[in-house]
């Protein structure tokens, strides 16, 4: 894959040792930024950038006023937060997407990426399939039963619904872990205001 | 017909209205319940879930309207000797900051702060559903009344996808989900829209002062009006 089609992942962690570790692990599928402070991490964050590894525990801005800027900022991305306790739901209710606990082993590293990006992956779906039931609905409206049969438009969409519902079931194996379901919903709340 | 095992379990959601298509409903079902205010959308959820409580299965109360104590005293009264550890509610009626308590009865019961606040319901029902879980129900009934109110704090779009979340939630969870929804307060589209993140519907409809119901989807044909 070329540079233009990896998503991107920021790494925010003020251990460059650490740091360099995750970038190891994640140079061969992403395209990787460091930043070694919130205040870096701020520059380097952009509409580009599609997951964020955020250190909670860091001198000057502290990962949770980076994920409150970030989300000021109204930027489309994920964010883990790296930390050295195990939380619980509550890291959901601040606002984070993941957490990741130190240390942090290769394979979980990967799957919390492409958890995440798996995420953004639904929310483009569920999107696309309301704006097509929307324009199903407004067809059935305006247009008769006989008239539905041989309308393309109509087909088009009722095929594309029908594949967007497997596509659906099968992104985040339909919802299956708690912290999907709360975080799918936390989502719909952010874009709703 | 080859006899089904226990792993093929479905549930029998035909106890207060019966329809042959629901008394052998797939586990993962969400069924919208469309009709009039006052017209018993609410209640008939209820007894759909008390037929399940009856049989030790769980059960989870959404309710955006009434309270979560006032919907267990009248759900004590439809279930003889009920086993409250394995009954949720999550009350959406928005009294303040979100909290959880267990009744002294031994319900669990999750406050959001609005019916609008997603997040919060996300994390009453599944706090709900690992209670129940926890305290042995394999298999369970949800119930949400009603998504009239949630439309009235945020957005068909938000709405419909909410819908198709906890729809898929309550699949994986291999639960039957019943959600009502008051056809008068909305136009048209809303409800067709609405509809399509549901696998079936009940619609029910007042026909010269007698009550009426008839389904949609599940199995196929629409069935007929029929008394109720």
Known sequence: MSDADRPVVLIVEDEPDVAETYRLWLDADYVVRMAHSGDEGLDELDESVDVVLLDRMMPGLSGDEVLDRIRDRGLDCRVAMVTAVEPDFDILEMGFDAYLCKPIKSDQLHETVENLLGRSEYDDLLQEYYSLVEKQATLEAAKSNAELTDNEEYVA????????????????????????????????????? | MTSMSDSSMSYDLSGPLEFDALAD?????????????????????????????????????????????????????RVEDLDESRVAVVDCRGDG????????????????????????????????LETLANNGAEEGRFALDSLSTMLTYTDRKTVFKLCHVLSSRLDSAGYVGLFTIDSEAHDDQTIQVIKQAFDGMIEIRDNDGAREARLLGLAGQPTDWREC
Not at chain 1, 163 to 168: C, K, N, S, V
Not at chain 2, 50 to 71: H, K, L, N, P
């Open chain 1, 157 to 193: 969409v009722q095929e594309r619904i029908e594949e967007l519902q497997g596509d659906l079931s099968e992104t985040l194996n339909g919802i299956d872990s708690d912290e999907d379901f709360i975080a799918t919903l936390r989502e719909l709340n952010d874009l709703d205001e």
């Open chain 2, 97 to 128: 900051s979100r909290s959880d308590e267990r009744t002294a009865e031994g319900a669990y019961v999750y406050h959001v702060t609005s019916p609008g606040d997603l997040t919060g319901v996300g994390i009453g029902i599944t706090k709900g």
């Open chain 2, 25 to 77: 409903v797939r586990p993962g079902s969400n069924i919208l319940v469309s009709g009039p205010a006052m017209s018993g959308k609410a209640g008939l959820c209820t007894a759909m879930l008390a037929d399940g409580s009856r049989s030790g299965e769980g059960a989870v109360i959404m309710t955006t309207g009434d309270r979560a104590d006032e919907i267990l005293d009248d759900y004590r009264t």
